[in-house]
């Protein structure tokens, strides 16, 4: 089979930076690179990750802190940038009751809570941060479960706040 | 498994998507994608496509990404070469590293120094393309196409 190349370039990454460029506009890309900052973060470092220019940027942040999409932290010389935690979790929750219903959400919670005690029993540690204190750096499997244990203690509590969900809009739906 | 070392954090869902997302609009050969569930404590996403290198008809990317941007993209072809381009620590190797083919054992630096998951997915795209278009898998870690 026959199979076309890339057009030349000379840096893959400054070719993928430059497809991104083409194929999304600026506010894209900063949603994009604001929806994975956790850490307060000055508008000029959102900048350079997104490719985008500095009043763009402040512009969409400005629009994206109405919307609380984004939260906006007073660093003294201005404002910094992060995820809004609350709302990240809000959204999350809804993708959640998106793809399960709620007797699909009780049971994945079941097998969460297994999975965690599973982990609990498997290395006698409390959590995943006492588990990565006494594994070894090259130890494949036990870095493999703690991975597997940070994903299932995160889901496990996004499900238990999805399920909290159905039950405040009950609540609130019969007021 | 996801054979990630070191401390990754979560698995991170919404990004498999985008990277699904990103292979399914700009890669034509993409012949099947598989996503685990949400709520999966091992979730992984499968791209296989229409292509190989030398008598293969097709390969599949494995790949995982994490809260921490720790990543792997795992190529494989049944019977065929095996790839691998990471981002974990790793006690024997860069941060950002590259396990090359035939069989994905060897690790040497890697020629994607770009991080998020839209640029990462683009990048190994550019590369594997490039090195199957020269049906050369030792191409693949390479930072250039020239003409």
Redesign the interface.
């Given at each position: 089979?026959d199979?076309?190349?890339?057009?030349?370039?000379?840096?893959?990454?400054a070719?993928?930076?430059t497809?991104?460029m083409d194929?999304?506009t600026a506010r894209d890309?900063v949603r994009?690179?604001v929806?994975?900052i956790d850490e307060p973060t000055p508008a000029a470092e959102i900048a350079t990750?997104a490719r985008a220019s500095e009043p763009v940027v402040r512009d969409t942040l400005t629009d994206l802190v109405d919307l609380g999409i984004v939260e906006a932290v007073d660093a003294g010389q201005g404002s910094l940038y992060k995820r809004h935690d609350q709302m990240y979790i809000y959204r999350q929750v809804l993708?959640?009751q998106a793809?399960?219903d709620e007797r699909e959400l009780l049971s994945?919670l079941k097998t969460?809570k297994t999975?965690v005690q599973e982990f609990r029993d498997a290395y006698g540690v409390e959590s995943p941060t006492e588990l990565?204190g006494v594994l070894a750096?090259?130890?494949?499997d036990g870095?493999?479960d703690?991975?597997?244990?940070?994903?299932?203690?995160?889901?496990l509590y996004l499900?238990k706040a999805a399920l909290s969900f159905h039950d405040a809009t009950r609540a609130v739906a019969s007021l | 498994?996801?054979?990630?070392?070191?401390?990754?954090?979560?698995?991170d869902y919404?990004?498999l998507v985008?990277i699904r997302d990103i292979f399914l609009?700009?890669e034509p050969?993409v012949s099947e994608s598989h996503l685990s569930?949400?709520?999966d404590?091992?979730?992984e996403l499968q791209i296989t496509l229409a292509?190989g290198f030398d008598q293969a008809?097709s390969g599949r990317f494995d790949i995982v990404w994490?809260e921490a941007?720790c990543y792997h993209f795992h190529y494989l072809e049944s019977d065929g070469i095996e790839f691998r381009f990471d981002r974990h620590?790793e006690?024997?190797a860069p941060t950002t590293h590259f396990h090359e083919p035939p069989d994905a054992n060897s690790r040497v630096p890697s020629?994607?120094?770009?991080e998020?998951p839209?640029?990462?997915t683009?990048?190994v795209l550019?590369?594997w393309?490039?090195a199957?278009?020269?049906n050369d898998p030792s191409k693949v870690n390479?930072?250039?196409?020239?003409?």
């Open positions: 089979m199979i076309t190349p890339p057009a030349e370039y000379d840096d893959v990454n070719a993928a930076v497809a991104w194929e999304t890309r994009a690179v929806q994975r990750r993708k959640l793809a399960y994945e969460l999975t990565a750096p090259d130890d494949t870095w493999d703690h991975t597997t244990w940070q994903t299932a203690e995160k889901n499900t | 498994m996801t054979g990630l070392l070191g401390d990754t954090g979560p698995v919404d990004a985008v609009d700009i050969l569930g949400r709520l404590p091992r979730p292509a008809t994490t941007n620590p006690p024997n020629c994607i120094t770009v998020s839209e640029l990462v683009r990048a550019a590369c393309r490039t199957l278009s020269r390479s930072a250039t196409n020239p003409p």
